[in-house]
């Protein structure tokens, strides 16, 4: 057997398999969308066009990435980490508003291809791409202008000084008017591509300043528009597109845009070398990047062969949109049209077109208050919880000479009973509207009650262990202060972990959407985007001060006198404080719970677990040293454990 032919046949048998693999994906393409793609509008559409793209181009990765229009940092860090740390070759921006975030990362990355949808800045590197969708939008308001019965019509349009949105407004009444000059159209902006809470207002305004209006029709990325018309009983023209698909045949048709053939062709051009620099990439319906959907059962024949024939004659050239005398109010340079660089820059409207005041919903604002059963509940259970905290505070502190309170370590039970109070006074915070400061507050009295209770606890069980179980009887001392060093440590730990989190981004209030809530009610809660991180980490640092507790209380259980081991009460309380978190916490995170029960439940362990400790491990010390000579105490607990009797005794003296 010829041992190094098979060698060398296996070795060129695995670079083959490595290059097969490093060749398994020969471009990656990151797109970037500005919502959920089950809007059914925007973001579907676009969703679709990627889709299409793949079945072409099956050895293309294309990934897609939601962040929001507005947030500029987030799509920057995507973006950027798309480019540096996953190899990726292209970048699609499917909002508007992409185009500025993404110029300054498209000059640092020279080498990386961009495309910008609906915009206008070019690069060597970055070209711009979109559908001519007011052709589509010309279709449709032609089929509104002949099935209309009050020639009255309702636009709910995104931004009112967008040449993209502006264009196709216009587009619209032009077709409508090519076939029923009397038709006008009320205009309401919202100023948002995506909002449909903004959106269902705007139709309701609309409805309510005009009822004879009969045709409602939209530049937003939302269908609930056509959803609100259907319910209201009148027809409506979808948006982007099809959307009678999803609502029904109320939705006479949709002017849509078709990506697929866009995505397809930019692809083409990174796959083979054929980049055109600063190109502004326009695709009308004759090309495909454009057209409108079916028609609805509600659309006579006539209709439907108004628009087909008036599409055909858009595909020629013989028919085009801004042409004419409606139009000589848009200011054309040459002749009776707009020129390419007139549409892009469109800023005015033509006659007939009404814009209404701006859009705002006057949200009302839902937090606990007083007023209503559950706060006055919470209310009287935190004082009643600070009460008892306060009184067995006060006792402790009046009889710290008492052997079966100085034995414990009363300073350290006074800590402890000290945390029990800020823990379950931040309660307080719960109850009225929050602010930046209770936001804050919140999380700092839950977080330093817990170390200053549980550090405590554990710090003194700590000596126990190394007087009794290191040591075995051998002379030592370990002073309070010492301890205290400990107890600081953690506490200071605590403190950066809080004074990071909230340099970095400190939960602020911010307003909520619930399902629970109408659509002009939001829930007013402390959040931030990052919360999620530090929270993590405060809970990690909980959680190892918790084990080393248990560890602790387990080590102790072999001390005999029940005045120094306290490992099974100690053992008990963080039972109690697992038990009640393994049922509650599942509860807040996994269930939608309204704002109220939320809170409940966050006060409930909170008061649970701080009155649960402070019974296990003072309410029998508080009542001896209430009722019992101290000495009496003391042997009353070591009658049977004569060594230990005298372990504790000279603890006690030391």
Not at 560 to 571: H, T
Request: with cysteine.
């Amino acid at each position: 057997i010829n041992h190094s032919n098979m060698y060398h046949k296996f070795v060129i048998l695995c670079a083959l398999f490595a290059t097969v693999a490093m060749a398994k994906y020969n471009l990656k393409v990151g797109f970037l969308y500005s919502d959920q793609i089950d809007d059914l509008g925007w973001n579907f559409a676009h969703d679709q066009g990627r889709i299409a793209m793949l079945d072409v181009y099956p050895r293309v990765y294309a990934s897609y990435h939601i962040v929001s229009d507005r947030d500029e940092e987030k799509f920057t860090d995507i973006v950027t980490d798309l480019i540096q740390n996953k190899d990726y070759g292209l970048i699609v921006g499917t909002s508007y508003s992409y185009q500025f975030y993404m110029e300054p990362i498209a000059l640092d990355y020279p080498h990386i291809k961009f495309l910008a949808i609906s915009g206008h800045i070019n690069h060597a590197n970055m070209i711009n791409g979109f559908g001519a969708i007011y052709q589509a939008k010309y279709l449709a308001g032609r089929l509104a202008g002949l099935h209309t019965k009050t020639n009255k019509f309702c636009y709910v349009a995104a931004f009112k000084d967008n040449s993209e949105v502006i264009r196709g407004l216009n587009a619209f009444l032009l077709g409508a008017k090519a076939v029923n000059p009397d038709v006008t159209m009320d205009v309401y902006t919202i100023n948002s591509w995506s909002n449909a809470s903004l959106e269902s207002e705007a139709f309701t305004q609309c409805i309510n300043n005009d009822p004879t209006v009969d045709i409602v029709t939209q530049h937003a990325n939302n269908l609930i528009i056509q959803e609100r018309s259907r319910d209201y009983g009148i027809t409506s023209i979808g948006q982007i597109s099809d959307m009678r698909i999803f609502v029904g045949e109320t939705v006479l048709t949709s002017p849509i845009l078709v990506w697929g053939p866009i995505y397809i062709e930019v692809v083409g051009r990174v796959l083979e070398d054929r980049w055109v620099e600063n190109d502004q990439m326009w695709y009308d319906i004759a090309s495909g990047g454009t057209d409108i959907a079916g028609f609805s059962i509600d659309v006579t024949e006539e209709q439907r062969y108004d628009v087909i024939l008036a599409k055909e004659l858009l595909k020629n050239k013989s028919l085009r949109v801004f042409c004419g005398e409606l139009v000589a109010k848009l200011n054309p340079e040459d002749g009776d049209c707009l020129s390419f660089q007139q549409l892009l820059t469109m800023d005015a409207y033509v006659d007939d077109i009404f814009i209404q005041d701006d859009v705002n919903i006057s949200i009302k604002e839902v937090y606990l208050t007083l007023e209503g059963t559950i706060g006055k509940v919470l209310l009287v259970f935190i004082i009643l919880s600070l009460l008892m905290q306060t009184i067995c505070l006060v006792i402790v502190i009046i009889k710290r000479d008492h052997k079966a309170i100085k034995i414990a370590s009363y300073k350290f039970c006074i800590i402890t009973l000290i945390g029990s109070i800020i823990a379950i006074g931040s309660g307080f915070l719960y109850l009225g509207k929050p602010t930046l400061v209770t936001c804050v507050l919140r999380e700092s009295c839950i977080g330093l009650g817990f170390v200053l209770i549980y550090g405590c606890i554990f710090a003194k069980t700590w000596r126990v262990y190394m007087l009794f179980i290191v040591n075995r009887l051998r002379l030592r001392t370990i002073s309070d202060g010492y301890l205290f060093k400990y107890v600081f440590l953690v506490l200071s730990v605590q403190a950066i972990l809080l004074t990071i989190w909230f340099s970095v981004e400190p939960p602020v209030p911010v307003l909520k959407e619930s399902t629970f809530l109408n659509d002009k009610e939001r829930y007013v809660t402390c959040n931030g985007e990052k919360d999620y991180i530090f929270r993590t980490m405060i809970g990690t640092w909980m959680i190892l001060i918790t084990i080393f507790g248990c560890g602790i209380a387990f080590n102790i259980r072999k001390v005999k006198n029940n005045s120094l081991g306290e490992a099974k009460k100690i053992g008990s309380v963080i039972y109690n404080m697992l038990f009640i978190n393994t049922v509650i916490l599942p509860l807040m995170f996994l269930v939608e719970l309204t704002l109220e029960a939320n809170i409940m439940l966050i006060v409930f362990d909170i008061m649970w677990i701080c009155n649960v400790t402070t019974a296990l491990l003072f309410w029998e010390r508080i009542y001896c040293a209430l009722t019992m000579d101290s000495d009496k105490w003391l042997d009353a607990k070591s009658k049977t454990q004569t060594v230990s009797n005298k372990i504790a005794r000279a603890v006690y003296n030391s």
